[in-house]
């Protein structure tokens, strides 16, 4: 049985990735900045038959990372896969340029998707298996600049220039997974893809992808498609 840590995994990718590894029959503890929230996908885990741990905790907090991270050793020793999922998007996606946001959104978007990640990441560090993986969800924008996504778009930029860093400084891989346009409630209902459709991509990444091929890198949709075809 696996450990691993999930951040924002009360809905769409996290909520889906939960269920994926409650399948597998493994053990998932789920983080989010409500509680409630989380027990609908508690429960589903559980009645997969997987373990399913959930605890508030919100990623900007180192000291609540510090927790959660204790919470999941405590419960199934090294953690073997930390997803740093957790996401903000204020506004309608593509409608929120740079020179119009507030700073408040600014403010929003870079300290939860950048240093959540950056919090997430290093407090799991004491916790890790010798074989963990540490995975970022990101997506096209964050290099490849299009109008109108703003400081999102630059959040994300921050979330992955972190993985290259901490691939090149730490012997476990970290990757960024990027599976393409997800419909979520952070998309506001743009269309894409269902998040469980996508959920076995981030599994992947964490269990079967090449370790020293993923370090540092963007894996693609493409490259899950390709080796799982």
Not at 68 to 92: C, P, Q, R, S, W
Request: with cysteine.
């Amino acid at each position: 049985m696996d450990t691993v840590v999930i951040t924002g995994a009360s809905r769409g990718i996290g909520a889906a990735l939960a269920r994926e590894y409650g399948d597998n029959g493994d053990r998932v503890v789920c983080c989010a900045r409500s509680e409630n929230d989380l027990e609908t996908v508690a429960s589903d885990v559980r009645d997969a038959g997987g373990e399913a741990i959930i605890q508030r905790a919100d990623v900007r907090d180192k000291y609540d990372m510090e927790r959660l991270m204790e919470t999941a050793a405590k419960a199934g020793g090294a953690i073997d896969a930390v997803f740093a999922n957790a996401g903000v998007y204020h506004g309608a996606p593509g409608q929120t340029p740079l020179a119009e946001e507030s700073y408040a959104a600014f403010d929003e978007h870079t300290d939860v998707n950048g240093r959540g990640v950056f919090t997430t990441l290093r407090e799991s560090l004491p916790h890790l298996a010798d074989d963990a993986r540490l995975l970022v969800p990101s997506g096209g924008v964050a290099r490849d600049a299009k109008p109108g996504f703003g400081s999102y778009a630059v959040s994300k930029a921050f979330a992955e220039a972190l993985v290259r860093q901490f691939a090149a400084e730490l012997d476990h891989p970290v990757a960024v997974v990027d599976p393409g346009q997800v419909s979520s409630e952070l998309t506001n209902g743009m269309q894409g893809r269902d998040p469980e459709d996508v959920a076995p991509m981030f599994h992947w990444a964490a269990t079967a992808a090449d370790a020293d091929e993923m370090d540092g890198t963007v894996l693609s949709l493409r490259d899950w498609k390709s080796a799982t075809r």
